[in-house]
């Protein structure tokens, strides 16, 4: 009987279509979002909700059900919201929770095959299981957001929301980095460690999409003022550099963290620090010789830059909000990719 060989190269392949998937998932997300939709399902059915409602009966339970949120009461009601209405936000939902299952089977079903089959390279089944644990929690983190929506407020809670999409890009992250290590063993060489630079250059990215989904769950992106090629709008927030209306006097946490204006104003001006040091660390690997995660990470942040200032003289547009979202998961999968290689480059 052969002994199992270990297969990093297919492991690796395999965690590269589940990255795939989370990015598509975030993308979706923000469309949820975006179009209202998050608390549009009221229950959490792991199974029987794979399915949409399939007769008219079924819908209108929904829509029933839907009618007791505060969202509902509040907002959607008074302004008429039809049936036909509330199929647009529930689909949304719905391909929401789908995806979100359809990635947990993506991940579960190989990594037992791979365990089964004793192709795991040693030392990497704590950090796979590690992965599927943080997807489990990322299912209940979501369901815990939405249940701020359904039962407290016409919107979910925007920490619940930033909770949810930080657990989501954490995730992505150490699978992209368990992904490079194990390509990189497939060549022979050994696991990439964390340099100082790489994990200040991640820290910092990480509070930025942390703010943004502040901003994005606090609807911030509108408060500067819109309007293309508006001074009022970008650079300035209403004709002003620091935003007039902050108030300090519910605490300076809350403030930090709960106020549009002030965390619209952190947000965008916190980016360019993030540019600073992501130009750091990419001239630093290019000129360690690692050119190509070196342009990968210049074309994400200066398209991520462009997209943000785009999103916000158009008052919020859906799909260049969209854009945003998805160029920030992006920006994070360089910026792993840039840390990994210049944490190997180090070693070298």
Known sequence: MKAAVPAP??????????????????VVGGITRLTESG????????????????TEAQWQAEFDAYRQTPQYVLVNGPAGMTLATYKFIFFWEWVHRLLARTIGLAFAAPLAWF????QIPAGYKPRLLALLALGALQGAVGWWMVKSGIVYDVKVSHYRLATHLGVALFTLAGIVWTMLDLRALARGRSASRLTGLGALTLGML???LVYGAFLAGLRAGVVAGAGWFSWDAWPLMQGRFYPDGVDWAVGAWRTLTGDPYLVHFLHRWWAWAVVVVLVVMARRMRRAGLRPASIAIHAAFGTQILLGIATVYSGVSLWLAVLHQLCGALLLVCTVWGAHALGGASKA
């Not at 190269?9 to 975030?26: D, E, F, H, P, S």
């Not at 365990?115 to 004793?118: A, F, I, T, V």
């Open 9 to 26: 190269l297919a492991i690796a392949r395999w965690l590269l279509v589940v990255a795939a998937m989370i990015v598509a998932i975030v």
């Open 39 to 54: 608390v549009s399902i009221t229950e959490w059915n792991v199974v029987s909700g794979t399915l949409p409602p399939l």
């Open 206 to 208: 990480a509070l930025q």
């Open 115 to 118: 365990w089964l089959r004793g």
